[in-house]
């Protein structure tokens, strides 16, 4: 079993800036790629930023503004998010793939809630 536990999130001002985590634990054989989603309110769940490897990918609305890292000594992914705007406001969450015994898994994180507002 593989455990995702995210941290970070909370209430900024728009402008600001916020740092998350996601720390992966448990038995598996190797992380492919690490991706951090978000869910808006009455919406639906949106891939924000993508790492594979050394590649990234980012949607249109982020570039520029958040920047996805990982440590891979630590199993972590981190989400660097300045220049918040209301319209960030969501629970975000982190998932990774990670291959066991040859099989490829996703597994998701409980989420995190950001919330930008004045």
């Known amino acids: 079993q593989v455990q995702l536990v995210e941290s970070g999130g909370g209430l900024v001002q728009p402008g600001g800036s916020l740092r998350l985590s996601c720390a992966a634990s448990g038995s598996f054989f190797s992380i492919v790629s690490m991706a951090w989603y978000r869910q808006p309110p009455r919406k639906e769940r949106e891939l924000v930023a993508l790492?594979?490897?050394?590649?990234?990918k980012y949607v249109d609305s982020v570039k520029g503004r958040f920047t996805i890292s990982r440590d891979n000594a630590n199993n972590t992914v981190f989400l660097q998010m300045n220049s918040l705007k209301a319209e960030d406001t969501a629970v975000y969450y982190c998932?990774?793939?990670?291959?066991?015994?040859?099989?490829?898994?996703?597994?998701w994180g409980q989420g995190t809630q950001v919330t930008v507002s004045s």
């Open positions: 790492i594979i490897n050394n590649d990234r």
């Open positions: 998932n990774a793939d990670v291959r066991i015994r040859g099989y490829q898994y996703r597994y």
